[in-house]
């Protein structure tokens, strides 16, 4: 911010006291052979509201929250051709995309692009990503390479 608080473009910086929002990025977790996996987050930008434990976002409030993932994924086994990524809440899937790989070579990596949405959830829900390499016998990489992955949430209006 510069001196009058404000970010370029003149948007008013965050007040921290009163926002919700993460994002965080780096993961790399390895996608197995047909299995769901839940994503780790190891590298935070920033956690307003300190809601952010590494793998789970867990709701301060009721309240309308909205969640982007942002996932590439790289082949380390096989030549998977399917992906499935998720942004979830226990027993809810907020959103989910599948998406073919192109076969390797030329192109190694996948990406994809997820985002939830409004949703409404109460205080202490939690929300998480996943990944599944959906065939049998193949295994994929969560890249942090080229475009990398991220997941990132706020509050938009308490309820």
Same mark, same amino acid.
């Given at each position: 911010?510069?001196?009058?608080?404000?970010?370029?473009?003149?948007?008013?910086?965050?007040?921290?006291?009163?926002?919700?929002?993460?994002?965080v990025g780096?993961?790399?977790?390895?996608?197995?052979?047909?299995? @769901?996996?839940?994503?780790?987050?190891?590298?935070?930008?920033?956690?307003?509201?300190?809601?952010?434990?590494?793998?789970?976002?867990?709701?301060?409030?009721?309240?309308?929250?909205?969640?982007?993932?942002?996932?590439?994924?790289?082949?380390?086994?096989?030549?998977?051709?399917?992906?499935?990524?998720?942004?979830?809440?226990?027993? @809810? @899937?907020? *959103?989910?995309?599948?998406?073919?790989?192109?076969?390797?070579?030329?192109?190694?990596?996948?990406?994809?692009?997820?985002?939830?949405?409004p949703v409404y959830?109460?205080?202490?829900?939690?929300?998480?990503?996943?990944?599944?390499?959906?065939? @049998?016998?193949?295994?994929?990489?969560?890249?942090?390479?080229?475009?990398?992955?991220?997941?990132?949430?706020?509050?938009? *209006?308490?309820?």
């Amino acid at each position: 911010t510069d001196s009058t608080n404000q970010f370029g473009f003149g948007i008013a910086a965050i007040n921290e006291q009163n926002t919700v929002a993460f994002r965080v990025g780096g993961c790399t977790n390895i996608l197995p052979n047909n299995t @769901v996996t839940t994503l780790t987050w190891p590298a935070e930008t920033f956690d307003y509201g300190n809601c952010f434990n590494g793998t789970n976002f867990v709701a301060p409030c009721n309240g309308i929250y909205a969640f982007t993932m942002r996932g590439e994924a790289k082949q380390i086994a096989g030549t998977t051709t399917f992906m499935r990524f998720s942004i979830q809440s226990p027993g @809810v @899937v907020l *959103h989910a995309i599948d998406y073919r790989i192109p076969p390797t070579p030329p192109y190694p990596y996948t990406y994809a692009s997820l985002h939830s949405g409004p949703v409404y959830l109460t205080n202490g829900a939690t929300v998480y990503c996943t990944g599944r390499s959906a065939d @049998v016998g193949q295994t994929n990489q969560m890249s942090a390479d080229i475009v990398g992955s991220e997941f990132s949430g706020y509050l938009i *209006h308490r309820k």
